[in-house]
């Protein structure tokens, strides 16, 4: 299976805007990355994302706060592309230690069987964007393995085909308007051209 560096790369090279609107800019981008590749797990299915969230907390000079993030302050950081289970979802982390922490939450998924014949599911409610259900994204990435037998292997492949995907952005599911700020910020995406 071939694994292109394009999300690693990315996430590797992101050096922070210092407002709310480069940033909507920077995760844009990101996030077409993002819709350009998949998880593949055991080498049994793929989880395709088709709607994610970014929080962004600037620790080093206090700019851009995330108020409602879940790792912040005296929690150790998280190496690049690492995966976070929590009970919103499952994150996928680019931090840099002393500096910020980033990450983006998957929020609706294509989930493709490799062995099995089938038609893909989706995990995203299409009438009502509060439907997701993160507990069948841990299922999917992490339930389907024997610690007795190969165990687990989830990695992170990009699309040979690169494309310009058709997003909508939005503002974030459960996310208050942060105090000072004049709008939400509209960090979550959708890949309109999968759904």
């Not at 993002?34 to 969230?53: A, C, D, K, L």
Request: hydrophobic share 35%; aromatic share 14%; glycine share 6%.
């Amino acid at each position: 299976m071939q694994t292109l560096q394009r999300l690693r790369n990315t996430l590797n090279e992101f050096t922070p805007g210092n407002s709310v609107s480069e940033l909507t800019k920077q995760f844009e981008s990101i996030a077409e990355v993002v819709f350009n590749g998949r998880f593949v797990v055991n080498e049994s299915y793929e989880i395709y994302p088709v709607e994610i969230e970014f929080y962004f907390h600037d620790e080093e000079n206090g700019i851009i706060i995330e108020p409602q993030m879940y790792h912040v302050g005296a929690l150790p950081y998280f190496p690049i592309g690492s995966i976070c289970p929590n009970r919103s979802g499952v994150d996928i982390t680019f931090e840099r230690e002393g500096k910020y922490r980033a990450s983006f939450l998957i929020r609706g998924y294509i989930y493709k069987s490799l062995v099995e014949n089938g038609d893909p599911y989706i995990n995203r409610d299409m009438k009502k964007s509060t439907a997701f259900k993160p507990q069948y994204l841990w299922e999917d990435l992490f339930g389907n393995a024997s610690i007795l037998d190969k165990g687990l292997f989830i990695t992170w492949v990009d699309n040979a085909d690169y494309k310009k995907i058709k997003m909508k952005s939005s503002p974030r599911v459960n996310i208050h308007k942060i105090e000072g700020e004049s709008e939400d910020r509209m960090w979550r995406f959708t890949n309109l051209d999968a759904i």
